[in-house]
């Protein structure tokens, strides 16, 4: 009972942060920008959805092929039409309480494709281990190549959070952050030890067994080749479809190629920290755009397209899989049940 309440007390916070957000985001525009911002979404080039709907697409695809050239490194070969429901129930689940589309998507593909859950997990960590050095790669261009923009910014972050006076109490919460980590490894451990034989401690193992073993995936892919072009393929697409969501407005049209890597690390951040970047993420992409004077009501409105093309494909796409998974699989079971009947 209290599992299912704390996972509902989580997202109604996680949910009302992003309201709250979304109401923050608008009320603080001034009557002038408020005017602008509406206008702008009033004049916007919606048919540019289109062309962002299939480049969004062609990431989620390139998404399910890499994850299923990490499970066929052991020994799986689900069917790719699975892999790609799953991963997109997964995204439509992130809206509802974070984090759950990680271990639904392994739930789901496990139903189907009976590959344990437990070694999914494992390739996810993987995947979000690729994913946020290939976010440090983003940030990393972003500081080379708009140096004299994002690098000034990021010079007054590091004065204002690391050279603050506050510096010693940031520190401190640092080393309590460690020492709590640290003492429940150790109490695990212990507890590995006296009490090896109960149930809590080998189901515990049967998880560690399986992540480790998920984990060791990316060191035996036969493909290293194309999942590393996956990988680029997937932000490749995440900042195609950043730029040319720029030309959806006129006044955001004119941003330079190069701006769209860190627009993308600033949505990047707001999707982490919120379901799906809802309230965040339009916030975020303003500030970003703020670094090349775009105004807050254009940019705010930029941010707030941007955001609903993400979560309108996320939305259909993801409703459409959770309906159609079931019948792809149909004839599936219907073959397993008559070999199973003939069996008898």
Known sequence: MRKPLFAILQYVIFLGAGIFLVWWSIHKLSDKDYAEFIMALKTANYYLLIPVFFILIASHLSRAIRWKILMKSMGYNPKISNTFCAVMIGYLANFAFPRLGEVLKCTILGKYEKVPADKLVGTILVERAVDLVSFFII????????????????????????????????LFKLALVIFIITGFFIILKYLVRKYPGSKPIQKIRGIVKGIIEGLLTLKNVKNKGRFILHSFF???????????????????????????????????????????????????????????????????????????????????????????????????NEISKQHTQQDI
């Open 139 to 170: 940030i990393v261009i972003s500081l080379l190549t708009q140096a004299d923009v994002v690098g000034e910014y990021a010079m007054n972050i590091f004065k204002r959070y690391i050279l603050s006076k506050d510096t010693g109490t940031t």
């Open 234 to 332: 997937i932000w490749g697409c995440y900042l195609g479809g950043t730029y040319l969501g720029f030309f959806a407005i006129a006044e955001t049209s004119g941003l330079p190629v190069l701006s769209a890597f860190p627009v993308l690390a600033f949505g990047t951040v707001a999707t982490i920290v919120t379901p799906g970047g809802i309230g965040l993420y339009p916030v975020f992409l303003m500030e970003a755009m703020k670094l090349y004077s775009i105004p807050e009501s254009y940019g705010t409105a930029n941010g707030w397209l941007q955001w609903s093309a993400q979560f309108l494909i996320v939305l259909v796409v993801g409703f459409l899989c959770l309906l159609i998974l079931p019948y792809i699989n149909k004839t599936k």
